[in-house]
């Protein structure tokens, strides 16, 4: 894989309150792994500077943070040092857990040694190859990850993106340190209590997805400590507890908070004719994405990751859906 190096790193204008470097053991690309915790160029909490330039924002116990995680030293692009810089109350507390984000913990070795791995489409096998660096981060906030979900249930990624910025921004707080323009701490469990009703409504967010919100929201205790329990059944039956959440929240929710690599997101509006399309040429429903998808049971979620970086893109039939915007009537 032909990889052009990066630019020299600009000297930040504030010095960081923690720094830590670390060896990815094996190819990591920054840009790739933390890119799906963000949503555009604009978003609040995760901004993609470059490929090897990802800012993130988080709360950590000890207070907010601003983290810019770069490469650092010499070598090849993709196993070079990863250097985190961190900026806030936060910063030394997050540096604990930076390595989990850019997928310290994910393991492909063993997929890739597999004879499942073998019986992988060809297209797949060369899209690991093309993309060695791409890996299932695992933040743990578990709440963050949950709002964003919840606000991404029945409505396009264009209607949820446009509310999650527009309610960040206004209930969140000034991401410390030299944060790109725009970002910012997400808002507390407390914060996303006292929306009141007119600020969901302006921000297009109906009153079941406001209401499931609040449940998550009043349930942010148990959410850390699941954001800290073990990839099991427990942890599914956890989530799934809260009215609300259904399978194909919960999916989304554990792939980014614990770099689940098998959790498929049923229910999702264009996932299964993908897939489907993909292994059979033509449209199905999720009973038949999942049987396509049981040879590799346990890392269901890294061949659906493979098919979106090979490019493949089912074939559009119909016109582009233009929501109506019922804020005014």
Do not use: N, Y
Request: aromatic fraction near 6%; charge should be positive; include cysteine.
């Amino acid at each position: 894989m032909a990889v052009t190096a990066p630019p020299p790193a600009r000297r930040l204008p504030v010095a960081p309150d923690a720094e830590l470097v670390w060896d990815p053991e094996g190819a990591l690309h920054l840009g790739q792994t933390l890119g799906v915790l963000g949503r555009g160029s604009a978003d609040p909490l995760v901004r993609v500077a470059a490929p090897d330039a990802v800012w993130v924002t988080a709360r950590t116990p000890a207070g907010p943070v601003t983290a810019l995680f770069s490469r650092t030293g010499a070598g090849r692009p993709l196993q070079r040092p990863v250097r985190v810089r961190a900026w806030g109350p936060g910063a030394e507390q997050f540096l604990l857990e930076a390595p989990r984000w850019a997928g310290a913990e994910d393991a492909w070795e063993r997929f890739e040694a597999s004879d499942a791995f073998g019986a992988l489409p060809h297209r797949l096998r060369v899209a690991r190859h093309h993309h060695p660096g791409l890996r299932l981060p695992s933040t743990g906030r578990v709440l963050d990850r949950a709002v964003l979900s919840v606000l991404e249930q029945r409505v396009t990624v264009r209607e949820a993106v446009a509310a999650h910025r527009q309610l960040v921004r206004r209930h969140g707080e000034p991401a410390p340190g030299p944060a790109p323009e725009g970002m910012r701490i997400a808002p507390t469990a407390e914060a996303w209590c006292r929306v009141p009703v007119w600020e969901w409504h302006r921000a297009g967010v109906d009153g079941a997805r406001a209401a499931t919100v609040r449940r998550v929201a009043g349930r942010a205790a148990a959410l850390e400590r699941l954001g800290r329990a073990p990839l099991d059944a427990e942890l599914h039956r956890g989530l799934r507890s809260i009215p609300g959440l259904g399978p194909w929240t919960v999916a989304e929710i554990v792939q980014c908070t614990h770099g689940d690599p098998d959790s498929v997101s049923v229910f999702d509006f264009h996932l299964a004719d993908t897939v489907c399309w993909f292994f059979d040429r033509r449209p199905g429903d999720d009973r038949r994405m999942l049987e396509l998808l049981e040879p590799w049971r346990g890392d269901r979620q890294r061949v659906v990751r493979l098919l979106r970086a090979s490019g493949f893109r089912k074939p559009s039939f119909a016109p582009r859906l233009h929501p109506e915007d019922h804020r005014r009537r």
